[in-house]
DNA sequence: ATTAGTTATGGTGTAAATAACCAAAACATC
DNA sequence: GATGTTTTGGTTATTTACACCATAACTAAT
């Protein structure tokens, strides 16, 4: 390797031809329906080419002055109303030829999505059909094949739930203000299926960590005994950052 | 909002400008001197605008037809000759404004800068100083003010290495083929300082874990009873996977 | 040769956490 | 009043984490 090629590459006279990006942003977008235990994927119908009439995860070009995260919540707020949620970065897909049109049409032009993940309160999240688009929540397991490398993604989102339900507090930015132990109980058991811990034990576990407010008021949802209201202590969370919620 | 604006934005026909990108790879690049128990950061010396004679962290841009992986690859190679190393993705830092070059000059392009982490062999490592860059280890906690958000990435990614020790068996990648508990032990302890484990219990619970091969051979090194040499066994690993190798 | 120092090894024991399991309380419904 | 359902609050055995210690096997100094 010669002296001359280590020269840094942004340096204005570089000879190499460097790849110019539009850069995108795509949306892992998850919600747990309560009521029926199904943990559900946002996905939107295109309708341009390429992979026009494809499902795909909802997602938009960056604009100008528009921060990556930016992006992503406007993506979102195209598509669902809703204000209870989650929302991080995920992770950056940009070989060559991940999207059709790099080539041959537009050979300069690279595509690039950094992909985030997010999980929404499902019964505040209203779905925006605007008649020209489909739009439609799947059941994780359901999902067809989706256009460009989404499935991909997808899967990639899916490990990073898991992971974060484990280990941080999101479950309680889609739950109610105010829940029972078998509300959050059936969060985790709808994302992560079962085996991690039983009810009894997970329960133990959750009161001793010390973090839910016990509200003193109790609910009564059909047979069974009234059950506890909790809130989240997000103060008495701290300390507690590192600490597994459950183990898988 | 009205329907108009909920056309997805990538429509050929969208009313509102896109960004145009030039995307960057800049690695956090990690190596242990085991010799003097210090943890180190490769850094190189700018020699062009903007931020002229700053440390920063090695980088480049794009170039066509080249992956993300394969930049990030390539700038490692451009810096120094090592082949024992552990690399992957961290984080994408795109908003606007975090390249001067963005504005006003050229309103029009945005510098996105894909992250990655690497941690390399010490003794392999072989830095490539051309005479014109600047090129130097630094150990962490010494690490001067850098180019661009580099120190923010480069916080990011200590906490990334953090992880990866706890629940990675990256230190593998960088170990010689056989080494001591002693070796591991003091790898662990000056990534993530002292008060993890004591070296009594950190011995237990590896060879427990049954992935550490004990190779027969026996090593003396200066004071003290020999040492076993052990070998890391891939396959023992595999369905450990999930499980800490120690606990913070 | 003896002694001191150093590092590796292979243990204790105690406290805590995990996991499986169980019984009673407090409701609804029949 | 009996039955079923869900919450609550346990018990117990097994495993793990953590602090601590004793000896083995070497080097280096006296």
Redesign the pocket.
């Known amino acids: 390797m010669s002296a001359k090629l280590h020269r840094t590459s942004d340096h204005p006279l570089s000879p190499v031809p460097l790849a110019d990006f539009k850069v995108g942003v795509d949306n892992v977008i998850f919600s747990v329906d309560t009521q029926q235990n199904r943990l559900l994927v946002l996905v939107v119908m295109r309708h341009d080419e390429p992979f026009a009439d494809y499902w795909s995860l909802p997602g938009t070009l960056v604009r100008q002055g528009e921060s990556l995260e930016a992006a992503a919540y406007r993506v979102l707020a195209e598509k669902i109303r809703v204000n209870t949620l989650y929302l991080e970065q995920l992770y950056t897909f940009g070989g060559p030829d991940r999207d059709p049109r790099e080539s041959p049409q537009a050979f300069n032009v690279r595509y690039l999505s950094v992909s985030h993940f997010a999980l929404v309160r499902f019964e505040d999240a209203e779905l925006i059909a605007d008649g020209v688009s489909g739009i439609a929540w799947y059941p994780l397991a359901q999902v067809p094949q989706l256009a460009f490398d989404h499935n991909e993604i997808l899967t990639y989102g899916y490990r990073r739930l898991r992971n974060k339900l484990e280990y941080s507090p999101i479950a309680f930015d889609v739950l109610p203000e105010v829940f029972?132990?078998?509300?959050l109980?059936q969060l985790y058991v709808t994302v992560l299926g079962e085996?991690?811990?039983?009810?009894?034990?997970f329960?133990?576990?959750l009161?001793?960590l010390g973090f839910l407010q016990d509200t003193g008021q109790?609910t009564?949802?059909?047979?069974?005994?009234?059950?506890?209201?909790y809130r989240f202590d997000a103060a008495a969370f701290e300390p507690l950052k590192e600490k597994?919620m459950?183990?898988i």
């Open positions: 029972t132990l078998g509300d109980y085996g991690f811990s039983d009810y009894s034990n329960r133990a576990r009161l001793k109790k009564s949802r059909g047979a069974g005994r009234p059950a506890s209201l597994a459950v183990f």
